[in-house]
C-alpha cells in the first residue's frame, strides 16, 4: 500500500507492506494519525474521531491538509483511491455513533443494518395498508419497516414545508387557496407524523424481540423506559467505559456490517497495554478490506508482528509555513 497526502502536512510518501492489518507504532507526535487520516479519508471520504473528536464532515478534512485542498491517494495492487467516490466504510466509527448516541439512534443503527435477523420471525406488525404484501415483497419485517419509516420520513418533511410556506403567505395577506392548502398540509404532516411514530414504536419492538431470539455474541441489549436502548458487554452492564464502548462497537460492526465493505479503524485512545493486546486479538479474527491500529505503546504477551504487520512511524511532521 503506498500512501500519498497532505493531510496534517504529511511530507513524503508512505510505504506500507502488504497486508490487511496495520499496526502502526511510534511515540505521540510522530505522524501516525497522520497516516491513519489519509488511508481512512481515501477509502471511505470520511475522517472520523480526529484527535479524539466526533465524526468529521468532508468540509472539515480540508482543515487537516496542508494547503487550501486535502489530496490523498493510496494505491493497492493497481487500484487508486481517492475518497471522492468512497468505497468502504468505517464501520467502527459508524458503530460508535450508534452506541454513544440515543436510543433511537442505536435501533435506527439495527434497523438499517440488521441483516442477519432478517430470518428471526418477530411477530412485528404495523397498521398500514398491505403490511404484509411490503414484508413479502421487502423480504423481511426489518426492510418492511426500513422502506415505510423512510417514505414517512419523506412526506412529513415534504408536509412540513408547505406548512411553512402557506403560513409565510398568509403573513401578507390572505389569497385565495392558501387557507385550504394549509389546512390540507395540517392533515398530511399529522398522518406522516402518526405512521413515522408508528413506525419507530414497531422497530423498537422488533429489536426487542430478535435480539431475545437470535445469538449476538458478547453483546447485551438493554431496554429501558419508552425507546431508551443501551448496549453493552454480557456481564459488564449498560454503561460501557471507554475502551468497553470500543470493543462494544466492534463486535456490533463485525455482527451487522459485510466484510466487503468494512474499514476497522481502532480509535485513537489510550489503552494499557493488556486492553490493547486484546482488542488487538479481537480485530485480527474479523475479515474486512483493512484494519488499521495505532498506538504509542506495544501490547502485552501477544506476538504482535506473527499476526499483523508493524509500521514503526518516525515522520518529521512540519508547520504548513515550514517554521
Known amino acids: 500500500m503506498i500512501v500519498r497526502s497532505n493531510l496534517k502536512n504529511l511530507p513524503e510518501i508512505i510505504d ?12 505521540n507526535g510522530c505522524g501516525k494519525s497522520a497516516v491513519v487520516h489519509s488511508i481512512e479519508c481515501a477509502l471511505t471520504g470520511l475522517v472520523a474521531d480526529a484527535a479524539g473528536r466526533d465524526i468529521k464532515s468532508k468540509a472539515y478534512i480540508h482543515t487537516l491538509a496542508n494547503g487550501p485542498e486535502a489530496h490523498v491517494e493510496v494505491f493497492h495492487e493497481g487500484v487508486a483511491y481517492n475518497g471522492r467516490k468512497p468505497r468502504y466504510h468505517n464501520v467502527v466509527a459508524d458503530a460508535m455513533a450508534a452506541i454513544s448516541g440515543t436510543g433511537t439512534a442505536l435501533i ?13 420471525p418477530s411477530g412485528v406488525s404495523l397498521d398500514y395498508p398491505s403490511w404484509d404484501k411490503w414484508v413479502a415483497a421487502e423480504g423481511s419485517e426489518r426492510r418492511a419497516l426500513l422502506r415505510i419509516q423512510r417514505a414517512a420520513g419523506n412526506a412529513l418533511r415534504k408536509a412540513r414545508a408547505e406548512v411553512k410556506d402557506a403560513q409565510t403567505v398568509l403573513k401578507y395577506g390572505e389569497l385565495d ?3 385550504d ?31 431475545q431470539v437470535a445469538p449476538h455474541g458478547v453483546l447485551q441489549f438493554y431496554f429501558g423506559k419508552g425507546s ?25 460492526a463485525a455482527l451487522t456490517r ?7 479503524v481502532l480509535p485513537d485512545k489510550a489503552y494499557d497495554p493488556q486492553r490493547l493486546a486484546h482488542l488487538l486479538r479481537l480485530l485480527r479474527l474479523i475479515p474486512a478490506i483493512v484494519v488499521i491500529a495505532q498506538s504509542p505503546i506495544l501490547p502485552d504477551d501477544y506476538d504482535l508482528e506473527k499476526f499483523w504487520v508493524k509500521v514503526d512511524v518516525d515522520i518529521h511532521i512540519t508547520t504548513g509555513d515550514n517554521r
Not at 506500507?16 to 511515540?27: D, K, M, T
Not at 394549509?182 to 406522516?192: F, P
Open 16 to 27: 506500507i507492506p502488504e497486508s490487511r492489518y496495520i499496526f502502526l507504532h511510534g511515540p
Open 108 to 120: 435506527q443503527y439495527m434497523l438499517e443494518y440488521g441483516a442477519r435477523f432478517d430470518d428471526v
Open 177 to 179: 387557496g392558501i387557507r
Open 181 to 211: 392548502l394549509l389546512a390540507s398540509a395540517l392533515v398530511a404532516e399529522g398522518e406522516a407524523k402518526a405512521l413515522k411514530q408508528a413506525c419507530d414504536e414497531a422497530a423498537l419492538a422488533w429489536l426487542k424481540e430478535v435480539t
Open 228 to 252: 431508551e436502548v443501551r448496549l453493552g458487554l454480557k456481564g459488564k452492564g449498560p454503561v460501557p467505559s471507554g475502551a468497553e464502548m470500543v470493543e462494544c462497537a466492534i463486535h456490533l
Open 258 to 264: 459485510k466484510p466487503e465493505e468494512s474499514v476497522y
